[in-house]
């Protein structure tokens, strides 16, 4: 086993991918030679050629147009959008026909593409490099949506996701990308798609999060800890569909639940949970749900994108919220 | 002599400008110490030094314009030599913006923290917080809903009970039979918001038992002989009313068709404070002269007013008067609290056009509205319990 980042996970998951299959195909913007902005698809085209590793122009609605067509005809694309902000003009693609074409042929036609992209801000990018646009994939029927926050569940799930007969959009938390390593082999075994993990086990308070904020929330639960504030986190991991039932069976021990997520606050994924525990788990809760989370207005440019994301402060803050209803 | 060539710093870029220096030759610098802010087409970056050594030659001055693999830093190296990866224009420079990096590991075994095996008591979220706010602990409250959910009910049926001797017995207590104001002793603040929560409660209580009827008449008491005692006289005519129709003296409980009447007259008096109804209780209402009236209504009233009233003085009584025309109001549906069974209402005072024999007069008169819990209390009870009030109200003294 070796010691790797998150992005080395997926390096490692798309050759693992392409040397298996060789219907796998990876398309993207500047993925080729130039081995991808982030360097996920590094070597890759060196190693398996040009025709299974394609550089395309910069046209995010062709990537998704042509993964679908590929698709269709049986091969399963890997596109990268470059960065999140990008991604837009693909949505057309993603939402009218990726996610449709299972449904509009009744069945006998799956679209097994796979959209990676970068999650999430925190790198001193520039303007359309940091969003975090989850939820306008989660509202579309027939799309998973994942979002790994370690090397090895980047592995995993990225194996699992290229797999999958239906299309996935694989986020990628941008500042986790070399935050850490982790000890990952190449064995080639995919994660399970629909589950949350729980990554600390407590009794006070549950804290649901995703992608590159489980970094702040374990920091956050740590300093509770020495307050002998014990918090469960959860993360979600699978945020369409969302594993409910993790979250429930959390929410009925602790009483408690913060929602923690960097993307705007209004009609943010963490609305969703929120009444879903409301429906299936208010008698259980000890205290009113509380959601941690960037603002509603634009993600700011680099200088300021620290005051935007919620920090360790802020999500300890909103614990202590709960500890005290 | 070690050089350092500009990187790519993003998506293909070809070049760079510098916006600043932060090193200058001959500094000592380490692995990831910032050197140099670039911006380019995309962003400002910082690029940090891959090497531990000393600064030779910077190659160029701010605003000037870098070529992507142009000499950008000369190094000496410390005798360790270089510890930058072999391509640290892949492992660094070729992003946007600047990328977090670090060797922490993260663990692959799954946390130790474990969770202690508790179950909790499910509550409906009002029940949880009236427990709250009654300081009841709501684990030693059996729920009567759905998987032991705790009820609102519930919470109210398990609030203190007062001392046997303080409280008349009621042949079956239930939580439609309590005074609503249990719990108020104390002058907290948090007590002060549950006043208008209780009475809340106390009125939908009503609402949803209590068979309403208010019947309305008036006093004449242009006939007092001096300026009187408005609240005393109120309180005298209530223990005549009583004399005259007991049945309005009685507590009711409609799920057992229960009924009591009490022998002594416990008057509940409303008093409006600023955080909600308070209704101190004034004790033997029927066996006290005017003396002791007042001073009790002045011991109540101051009471209330700075919330020092211990709670035996709020509970358990068997009539209630709201003496609401102080300000305005002439006529009103007050409403019955359970378990009693009748309120009487007093309106502002007025000087009124009446028929004297043939003649027109003005009287002084006091508007009265007597509320009623018709499930137990027949319309004919009451008038004559009003009968009896007005009778006493008219007397000149």
Redesign the interface.
């Known amino acids: 086993m070796a010691?790797i980042t998150l992005v080395d996970g997926i390096n490692m998951a798309l050759g693992r991918a392409l040397a298996d299959d060789p219907d796998v195909v990876l398309i993207g913007e500047?993925i080729g030679i130039?081995?991808g902005?982030?360097?996920a698809t590094?070597g890759l085209q060196q190693k398996f050629g040009t025709l299974r590793v394609q550089d395309t122009p910069l046209a995010e609605g062709l990537i998704a147009g042509m993964a679908v067509g590929m698709a269709a005809q049986g091969m399963k694309v890997v596109a990268e959008i470059?960065?999140m902000g990008f991604l837009y003009p693909a949505l057309d693609q993603v939402a009218n026909h990726m996610a449709r074409l299972r449904n509009r042929t009744r069945g006998r036609i799956t679209c097994p593409v796979v959209i990676r992209m970068p999650h999430g801000g925190?790198?001193?990018?520039?303007e359309h490099?940091s969003e975090s646009l989850e939820v306008l994939f989660c509202h579309h029927a027939g799309l998973r949506v994942v979002c790994p926050s370690?090397?090895?569940r980047a592995y995993g799930l990225l194996l699992a996701a290229i797999r999958e007969p239906d299309p996935v959009i694989f986020l990628e938390p941008?500042?986790l990308?070399?935050?850490?390593?982790?000890?990952v082999s190449d064995d080639g075994k995919a994660l399970p798609l629909d589950q949350a993990f729980v990554?600390?086990?407590?009794?006070d308070v549950t804290i649901v999060t995703w992608g590159a904020m489980t970094y702040e929330t374990l920091q956050a639960a740590e300093q509770l800890?020495q307050e002998g504030i014990?918090a469960?986190v959860i993360d979600l991991t699978s945020l369409s569909p969302i594993d409910h039932d993790t979250i429930l069976d959390s929410v009925a021990?602790t009483?408690r639940l913060v929602i923690v997520h960097e993307a705007a606050r209004n009609a943010g994924l963490g609305a969703e949970i929120a009444a879903t525990v409301a429906e299936k788990a208010?008698?259980?809760?000890?205290a009113p749900i509380e959601r941690v989370t960037g603002y509603d207005t634009v993600m700011p440019y680099?200088a300021l994108e620290r005051a935007y994301i919620p920090t360790v402060a802020r999500i300890v803050e909103g614990v202590r919220r709960t500890l005290q209803g | 002599m070690t050089r350092f060539t500009l990187p790519d710093l993003g998506e293909g870029l070809q070049e760079a400008e510098i916006v600043r220096w932060h090193v200058a030759v001959g500094d000592q610098v380490k692995v990831d110490q910032p050197m140099v802010a670039m911006e380019t087409a995309k962003a400002i970056v910082e690029v940090p030094s891959p090497f531990d050594g000393v600064i030779v030659a910077l190659h160029g001055k701010p605003g000037d314009t870098v070529g992507t693999g142009a000499p950008l830093v000369d190094f000496s190296l410390a005798a360790t030599a270089a510890t930058a990866t072999t391509d640290p224009g892949i492992a660094r420079g070729g992003v946007v913006g600047r990328m977090p990096e670090s060797d922490t590991v993260i663990q692959n075994a799954p946390q130790a923290n474990a969770r202690t095996a508790t179950r909790r008591t499910r509550a409906v979220p009002a029940a949880r917080e009236l427990a709250r706010r009654l300081n009841i602990d709501l684990d030693a409250i059996r729920g009567s809903g759905r998987d032991a959910l705790v009820t609102l009910d519930d919470v109210l049926g398990a609030s203190p009970a007062a001392p046997a001797a303080a409280k008349p017995h009621i042949p079956v207590a239930t939580s439609s039979m309590r005074p609503a104001m249990e719990g108020t002793e104390s002058g907290e603040i948090e007590i002060l918001r549950s006043l208008r929560r209780a009475m809340a409660q106390s009125m939908t209580l009503a609402r949803d038992n209590v068979m309403e009827c208010t019947v309305f008449d008036d006093a004449d008491i242009e006939g007092w002989s001096a300026q009187g005692d408005y609240t005393v006289r109120l309180l005298r005519a209530i223990g005549a009313g009583c004399r005259a129709e007991p049945g309005l003296n009685a507590w009711f409980d409609g799920s057992t068709q229960g009924r009591r009447l009490f022998h002594h007259i416990q008057v509940g008096i409303a008093v409006d404070t600023r955080d909600g109804l308070l209704v101190p209780v004034i004790r033997d209402v029927g066996n006290r002269d005017a003396a002791a009236l007042r001073a009790e209504v002045n011991r109540l009233k101051a009471g209330a007013r700075d919330r020092t009233l211990p709670a035996t003085d709020l509970r358990d009584f068997t009539i209630m008067l709201s003496n609401f025309g102080v300000m305005a109001g002439r006529y009103a549906t007050p409403v019955v609290v359970p378990p009693s069974v009748a309120i009487l209402g007093a309106g502002r005072i007025s000087r009124d056009v009446v028929a004297v024999d043939n003649r027109i007069e003005a009287h002084r008169r006091i508007p009265l509205s007597l509320s009623f819990d018709h499930r137990c209390v027949t319309g004919g009870e009451a008038v004559r319990f009003l009968a009896g009030v007005i009778g006493d109200l008219q007397l000149p003294a």
Do not use: C, S, W
């Open positions: 010691k500047d130039n081995g902005v982030f360097r590094a470059q960065f925190g790198i001193h990018a520039p490099h370690t090397p090895a941008t500042r990308y070399r935050m850490a390593k982790q000890d990554m600390r086990a407590g009794d800890g014990n469960e021990h009483g208010l008698y259980d809760l000890l680099f």
